[in-house]
């Protein structure tokens, strides 16, 4: 039962990490037009690489975790809670902490996870 709540703190996180990284896409996008304006458009496209990377491969790293979590073997709930708790830990210092909640809800989720291997 504790991968089922595992994996739904997963995927709430997941899914918050997503928004995040939207976020950070559209913010990247506009701070490179503004900044592209006195800088040139190498500053454009710098910006949206940067947002583009971070936005995409932090929920990419979590959804794969959570799809292990919800696989419910003992094997893949542990690798799939490390992988959780190691993204949303990296997510905290590059996309923000995922609005904060992001990375509380990771944390838990994966920790849930990795538990559930001494059960």
């Known amino acids: 039962m ?20 939207l976020l950070v896409l559209v913010i990247g996008t506009l701070l490179g037009v503004v900044f592209g304006i006195f800088l040139g458009p190498e500053a454009i496209t710098a910006m949206l ?10 929920p990419i790293v979590l959804a794969v ?4 979590v919800a696989i419910n073997k003992k094997a893949t709930v542990i690798i799939g809670g ?4 190691v993204g949303s830990i990296v997510g905290f ?27």
């Open 2 to 21: 504790k991968s089922v709540a595992a994996f739904v703190l997963s995927l709430v996180a997941t899914i918050i990490y997503i928004l995040m990284g």
């Open 93 to 119: 210092f590059v996309l923000f902490g995922g609005f904060i909640i992001g990375t509380i809800l990771g944390v838990i989720g994966g920790i849930m996870a990795i538990s559930k291997s001494g059960n």
């Open 49 to 58: 690489a940067i947002a583009a990377t971070f936005g995409f491969v932090i």
């Open 82 to 85: 490390i992988i959780v708790l």
């Open 65 to 68: 975790g959570t799809i292990l």
